[in-house]
């Protein structure tokens, strides 16, 4: 079975730079996640997708941070305009259903901002 | 607020030894608690899971101690391996909510 696939691993950019990060989740599974995370902390939840809709973004910094899912498939993640304070990783997640099931992770995109 | 409190932030033990790190939460709507593995450069991984139906769930090495009524759950990890290196996480999560986590502990298994 393939698991979550990210792209890209890795990405410098400036401040006030815009950048998107692309996520295939597990086929099949209905429920993805964007989380932030940043070193030496645990995921934060930025948006939750069930199919194609919003399930739960209050997390989502909405003035600068976007996020869709075509087709209730593939997920994009934007950042525009990109802030030092938003270098981390930002990891992709899929499970068949919302709660109580396993969350597969992707190895994640390192983000640097300088 | 800090829906998930994780301790310790670090952890050293002997190979062989016992790894046993805690977590508390206040939400008593929370009904799935599992915990991740995250080696680095690698996204999270689920390594065991319990629900409050049960006060104890143990999988080879890993164990999980779920006290509800003091609203604890803590990961055990039985003859601690060098391989076992990595960062735990726990997480909580109530119904089809969202799946909060830990700030993590950084575990190191010394040969």
């Known amino acids: 079975e393939a698991g979550v696939a990210q792209s890209p691993r890795y990405k410098i950019i400036e401040k006030r730079q815009s950048v998107a990060f692309w996520c295939n989740p597990i086929s099949g599974h209905a429920t993805l996640y964007w989380y932030q995370q940043i070193l030496g902390q645990g995921p934060k939840l930025l948006i939750q997708?069930?199919?194609?809709?919003?399930?739960?973004d209050s997390q989502l910094p909405k003035d600068r941070f976007s996020a869709e899912r075509l087709k209730g498939v593939d997920s994009t993640l934007k950042i525009q305009p990109a802030k030092l304070e938003d270098s981390a990783v930002y990891l992709c997640a899929s499970s068949l259903n919302p709660g109580r099931t396993e969350a597969f992770f992707g190895q994640g995109t390192r983000l640097t901002v300088v | 607020q800090q829906q998930v409190k994780q301790s310790p932030q670090s952890l050293i033990v002997q190979k062989g030894g016992i790894s046993i790190i805690n977590c508390a939460y206040e939400n008593t709507a929370f009904d799935y608690f599992p915990w991740y593995q995250q080696f680095p450069g690698k996204g999270p991984a689920l390594l065991i899971a319990?629900?409050?139906?049960?006060s104890e769930k143990k999988e080879g090495r890993f164990t999980i101690s779920f006290n509800k009524s003091a609203k604890q759950f803590s990961l055990h990890i039985m003859d601690s391996q060098p391989g076992d290196s990595a960062t735990y996480f726990c997480a909580v999560q109530g119904g089809s909510e969202k799946l909060v986590f830990g700030k993590g502990t950084k575990l190191t298994v010394n040969p």
């Open positions: 319990i629900r409050p139906d049960v």
């Open positions: 997708f069930q199919n194609n809709g919003v399930v739960d």
